[in-house]
T-cell receptor, first 114, second 115 residues
Framework: ETGVTQSPTHLIKTRGQQVTLRCSSQSGHNTVSWYQQALGQGPQFIFQYYREEENGRGNFPPRFSGLQFPNYSSELNVNALELDDSALYLC?????????????FGPGTRLTVL | GESVGLHLPTLSVQEGDNSIINCAYSNSASDYFIWYKQESGKGPQFIIDIRSNMDKRQGQRVTVLLNKTVKHLSLQIAATQPGDSAVYFCAENGGSGGGADGLTFGKGTHLIIQP
């Protein structure tokens, strides 16, 4: 088990609502990345936060936004939920030194949009 | 980044046999590759990684081979055990050293261990 924790474990929302997911990074890690994993697919990169700023972003619309706090924990916010947003949302933390950074994943939050 | 794909969605092997899971990648800028194992209801678990300046790396019961000429990656698991049953993903960094472009994952191979 990694030291990355996520909350909540499961969440059910309806279309049009907003949701906030939370992640606590592994001790000593300063970088958090978020991924969306649809059923039967590999994770897809949403964005990465480093030093409280968005450091990189995948092909996701602006209604996906995030925050990173001074203790390196992070939030993922999704506005105007759509049915296709139903997925497992994974948080991964890493220590950004050098060119290669092993990412440690949390257990994920299962979001269902009805 | 460009996509990373896997050749087989499901691989069934006998317990005790060796398993080989293959992965093709298309982003020639990628210089860091990782294999992850994901069990049902859990997040991906790091297995082994390899940098582009290497062509082979060994861990405990696992070996990763990298062929940059044909952009191919493989994971070999020796003496498979029931606990090896999971979905295996390869991932590449697209040449983004700091990870700012995130990891690009393939769709995964479901490894099934037959008793």
């Amino acid at each position: 088990e990694t030291g990355v924790t996520q909350s909540p474990t499961h969440l059910i929302k309806t279309r049009g609502q907003q949701v906030t997911l939370r992640c606590s990074s592994q001790s000593g890690h300063n970088t958090v990345s978020w991924y969306q994993q649809a059923l039967g697919q590999g994770p897809q990169f949403i964005f990465q936060y480093y030093r409280e700023e968005e450091n990189g972003r995948g092909n996701f619309p602006p209604r996906f936004s995030g925050l990173q706090f001074p203790n390196y924990s992070s939030e993922l916010n999704v506005n105007a939920l759509e049915l296709d947003d139903s997925a497992l949302y994974l948080c991964a933390s890493s220590w950004r030194v050098g060119a290669y950074n092993e990412q440690f994943f949390g257990p994920g939050t299962r979001l269902t949009v009805l | 980044g460009e996509s990373v794909g896997l050749h087989l969605p499901t691989l069934s092997v006998q317990e005790g046999d060796n398993s080989i899971i293959n992965c093709a990648y298309s982003n020639s800028a990628s210089d860091y590759f990782i294999w992850y194992k994901q069990e049902s209801g859990k997040g991906p678990q790091f297995i082994i990684d390899i940098r582009s300046n290497m062509d082979k790396r060994q861990g405990q019961r696992v070996t990763v081979l990298l062929n940059k000429t044909v952009k191919h990656l493989s994971l070999q698991i020796a003496a498979t055990q029931p606990g090896d049953s999971a979905v295996y993903f390869c991932a590449e960094n697209g040449g983004s050293g700091g990870g700012a472009d995130g990891l690009t994952f393939g769709k995964g191979t479901h490894l099934i261990i037959q008793p």
